[in-house]
């Protein structure tokens, strides 16, 4: 196959970065191609393979599941963690064609709006368990009466689309006009990250400045407040937190009684600390997910094609193939307003 164009997830940082782990040592390996969200063409199918669903030509979505559990969940991803495997960029490479899914035909979406696939496929199945878990305690709740946050990200984006569907009040953090307004025409209230200036944990050189700490709690007092206002003073039913450590105490506090927090990433910190005591006594529910279940991939396709919940037209940004290290270090300092970057790596 040959790529067409890659989406940049947070997990192509985190290999950059070589943190939370170094994918080339926990592999085994000198050098990693990674790269494991996009669309891609077929270019030869394997003529001994009669199971092969897919065609020479086919455009198809690269599924990122390098080894499976007996359910099929995610162990390893392919181009990151799992060895032998080989990602996006690259301009051509083998690989198992129970990775390929082919876009519909005849569809009215644009292959930017299918490329960025990934997100949409991890919010779908965190929503449904997080949504699932909400239910157990309120069964009879109406969700008009209840708000969603999310910290700022795509996930966390086709998520609160979910979630708005499902007739949820939604809000999301946003840091730029140009998220601002993406959110508002999208049907999700943009809080402004601006207005609360010191809402990360201090760092560790920070740790003994006291005026750090009275900022902080300035910021998420505000923050708060506005959560508060949002939610008639109930707090968040469904907290959508994939940033982790720096904003998780804020994430814990905001929440509801019988709410949940839910997370399928952790952008900024894997390593949480919380009172069990307190989250039993609220009867607060954590949600864990990761990737998807490979089964589910043709329904999640389906489900987008004919609900039009896929990436917005026009909501992407491409960097060519060349730009590819500017793309990473654009990404890395939060320079990109789209919540949708990628790269071309062949011509359609």
């Known amino acids: 196959m040959e790529p067409i164009l890659g989406s940049w997830e947070a997990n192509v940082d985190h290999a950059l970065a070589r943190s939370p782990i170094d994918v080339c040592r926990s592999r085994g390996e000198d050098a990693v191609v990674l790269g494991n969200s996009g ?4 270019l030869k199918v394997n003529a001994g393979n009669r199971d092969v669903q897919v065609r020479e030509g086919d455009l198809c979505l690269l599924l990122p599941f390098g080894r499976t559990d007996r359910f099929g969940y995610a162990e390893l991803v392919h181009a990151y963690d799992q060895p ?16 390929l899914l082919p876009i519909p035909d005849g569809t009215p979406y644009s292959l930017p709006q299918w490329a960025s696939y990934g997100r949409y496929f991890t919010a779908w199945d965190n929503w449904q368990k997080a949504y699932g878990c909400w239910r157990t305690q309120v069964a009879d709740a109406d969700p008009a009466d209840h708000l ?23 809000a999301m953090t946003a840091g730029s006009d140009e998220r601002i307004s993406f959110l508002r025409e999208n049907g999700i209230t943009a809080v402004d990250r ?38 008639d003073g109930h707090g968040v039913a ?20 019988q709410g949940v927090v839910t997370t399928c990433g952790w952008r900024a910190g894997m390593r949480l600390s919380q009172l069990r005591g307190a ?25 987008q094609e004919s609900d039009g919940w896929i990436a917005p037209k026009g909501a992407d940004m491409i960097y060519d193939f060349d730009r590819v290290s500017e793309l990473a270090e654009d990404y890395a300092n939060g320079r990109i307003g789209s919540y949708f970057p990628m790269y071309r790596v062949n011509p359609l």
């Not at 969603?148 to 708005?164: D, I, K, T």
């Not at 469904?238 to 009684?257: H, K, S, W």
């Not at 607060?284 to 389906?302: A, E, F, K, Y």
Request: with cysteine.
């Open 148 to 170: 969603v946050f999310g910290w700022g990200g795509g996930v966390a984006f086709a998520e609160l689309l979910l979630a708005r569907r499902a007739g949820f009040r939604v």
């Open 84 to 99: 032998g495997t080989i990602g996006l960029l690259a301009k051509q490479s083998k690989m198992a064609a129970r990775l």
């Open 279 to 303: 989250e039993c006594i609220r009867r607060h529910l954590h949600v864990n997910t990761h990737v998807w279940r490979l089964p589910d991939s043709p329904g999640i396709r389906d489900f």
């Open 194 to 231: 601006r207005r609360f200036p010191d809402l990360s944990l201090p760092t560790r050189q920070e740790r003994t400045d006291r005026d750090r700490h009275q900022r902080r709690r300035t910021s998420v007092k505000e923050l708060l407040d506005v959560m508060g206002e949002l939610s």
């Open 39 to 42: 669309l891609v063409r077929v």
């Open 238 to 257: 469904i907290f959508v937190d994939n940033i982790g450590e720096p904003l998780y105490d804020i994430t814990l506090t905001a929440m509801a009684r």
